[in-house]
């Protein structure tokens, strides 16, 4: 499996939290070859994985499908667009970045930004209210082709860096979909004891909405929300971050279950997979919040990629990261009983 090739895949195909139609039918399509029976409900990619019998365990592997991005709410009388946020943008990035504008045609624009020279040396983050889009366009022009509740993602190109690294947006959670699918890549000639369902969440970043309704139906008895998190990089606190290339970072809270977070551990030390902690004294802000209060309660865990430059245009990722989690995942799937 070509690992940089599935991620540029879904990285490519766009959607935002609550329309993610585009990366559902990508994501549908890579599923298929190990879960033909795949199918997609309320944004969610679902599949079984191999055999289905009773009284084995139920393992859920999830990771969201859905991005951040924006979403328009008006046009100025000056033919600007206005938006709003659907997820959490980091607004200090916002000015002068080009964008598209997912309409009756895909247009490009750029978020209007004010030159140094007229700021007097003054600047703030800006209100997301005041953000607005230019497209060069007039009202008349943009009325005829924009509506309000279009799709705004940023324009990015899937770029691949030196040693491995890969920058893009939208990485928040390809590249957790892309370690599931390795993961069944190295299981599919295997028999396991255990039932597994992929799940490829929708609307995570408004709340974990998608894992929700999703749960509620598979009702498995063990999740592993695969994700992203905080890949150390100049100025951060070292040990709130994971590094890249040093694999997966496996969650331990008391919102989680310490058996499974033992059972990883063990996993990967037993067969030399390398690994990391990433301590959280609550909630994750992950799916697992949502799968360990799902129905009487689902034993649940995070497995995390480490992550640069969370939601911006050019979050960076080591492949090498993405192979660890899915051997991680694989190899423990193969020692449940």
């Known amino acids: ?42 944004g969610n990619v679902i599949g079984k994985f191999g055999s289905f019998s009773d009284n084995r365990p139920h393992i859920l592997l999830d990771a969201h499908i859905d991005q951040v991005g924006m979403i328009v709410t008006y046009i100025t009388d000056e033919g600007f667009i206005k938006i709003g946020n659907v997820g959490g943008l980091d607004r200090r990035l916002l000015p002068a970045q080009q964008v598209t504008i997912h309409c009756s045609k ?23 209210e005041d953000v607005a889009i230019d497209t060069g366009y007039s009202k008349n022009e943009l009325e005829k082709i924009v509506m309000q509740g279009d799709m705004v993602t940023f324009d990015t190109v899937y770029t691949e860096l030196i040693n491995d690294r890969i920058t893009a947006s939208a990485l928040d959670d390809r590249c957790g979909i ?38 509620y139906e598979i009702n498995p008895d063990i999740a592993l929300a695969v994700d992203v998190s905080f890949g150390y990089t100049c100025g951060d606190t070292e040990h709130e971050c994971g590094k890249l290339s040093e694999g997966a970072m496996i969650g331990i809270s008391p919102s989680l279950s310490k058996e499974i977070s033992d059972a990883l551990i063990n996993t990967a030390k037993n067969n030399d997979i390398p690994y990391q902690l990433e301590v959280m004294s609550g909630l994750t802000s992950t799916n697992a919040d949502r799968f360990s209060v799902s129905r009487n309660g689902v034993k649940a865990c995070t497995v995390s990629i480490p992550l640069r430059y969370m939601h911006t245009p050019v979050e960076v990722i080591d492949v090498k990261d993405v192979e660890l989690t899915g051997k991680l995942i694989a190899q423990y799937l193969k020692e449940v009983q």
């Not at 959607?15 to 309320?42: F, H, R, W």
């Not at 890549?185 to 039932?195: A, I, M, V």
């Not at 369902?197 to 995570?204: G, H, I, R």
């Open 1 to 42: 499996m070509n690992i940089k090739a599935v991620i540029k895949n879904l990285v490519n195909s766009k959607g935002i939290s609550g329309n993610e139609n585009c990366v559902c039918e990508t994501a549908l399509a890579l599923l298929k070859e190990y879960c033909p029976d795949a199918y997609i409900k309320n």
């Open 106 to 128: 895909q247009i490009k624009g750029v978020i209007c930004s004010v030159p140094p020279h007229l700021t007097k040396g003054k600047s703030s983050v800006l209100k997301i």
């Open 178 to 215: 892309a370690s599931i699918l390795y993961a069944l890549e190295l299981l599919k000639d295997t028999s396991l004891n255990c039932n597994v369902t992929v799940l490829f969440s929708a609307q995570e970043e408004l709340g974990e909405r998608g894992a929700k309704i999703a749960c």
